[in-house]
């Protein structure tokens, strides 16, 4: 990690779209405006995937024992950071844009590169393994899926278009983001205003 400036979002608001109007509207979209997203609009898709909810911690993503084994890292052209839930920041992690090296690593998609935000959803199984052993990986991997549903639902809440990508170069994606030991990623989102 190349440097630890910390960058704060606005609180989460709470929108007026139904659930059902969001779950009807959802679907994959690969193409993108250039216009970047906000700060607000960052903050809230991360929150509505792992935001803090509850005064004991509870998050917006079900965790097998409350044991949170996700990270999140939001990309856009100008820097990388890593989602802080509790304080609803983010740790700056690198200032360069990460997304042509993810693209590549993402077999050659063109919306990881295009996207004005790429989140990875990142599993960090040994923090639920001392409770659940070798069904660690398999929770880890059932909240990725809860993480990213609730952050595509919230890019439709904010009229904004999204896509889920599970077809990437897991040892790639991990050394571009520069993740720890132990971390190992499980989806990105590329998430950007329509194009039309």
């Known amino acids: 990690m190349t440097t630890s400036s910390r960058v704060d979002f606005p609180p989460p608001t709470e929108g007026t779209v139904p659930l059902e109007v969001t779950l009807r509207r959802r679907r994959s979209v690969r193409e993108f405006a250039a216009d970047p997203l906000t700060a607000a609009e960052i903050g809230q898709l991360l929150w509505a995937a792992q935001g803090v909810t509850t005064d004991r911690g509870g998050r917006t993503a079900p965790s ?8 999140l890292y939001a990309v856009t052209s100008k820097r990388a950071m890593r989602y802080l839930p509790g304080g609803h920041g983010a740790e700056i992690t690198t200032e360069r844009d990460l997304r042509h090296d993810l693209m590549i690593a993402a077999l050659d998609q063109e919306a990881v590169g295009q996207a004005p935000l790429l989140v990875a959803v990142v599993a960090v199984p040994e923090r639920t393994a001392a409770k659940y052993g070798d069904r660690a990986p398999r929770y880890a991997d059932l909240e990725a899926g809860h993480a990213a549903q609730n952050l595509l639902l ?3 809440a904010l009229d904004l278009v999204a896509v889920p990508i599970g077809g990437f170069d897991d040892e790639a994606v991990g050394s571009i983001l520069e993740l720890p030991g132990g971390q190992a990623p499980r989806y990105l989102l590329a998430v950007g205003h329509p194009r039309t």
């Open 64 to 71: 097998a024992g409350a044991l949170y084994p996700l990270e």
């Open 154 to 156: 919230q890019a439709v």
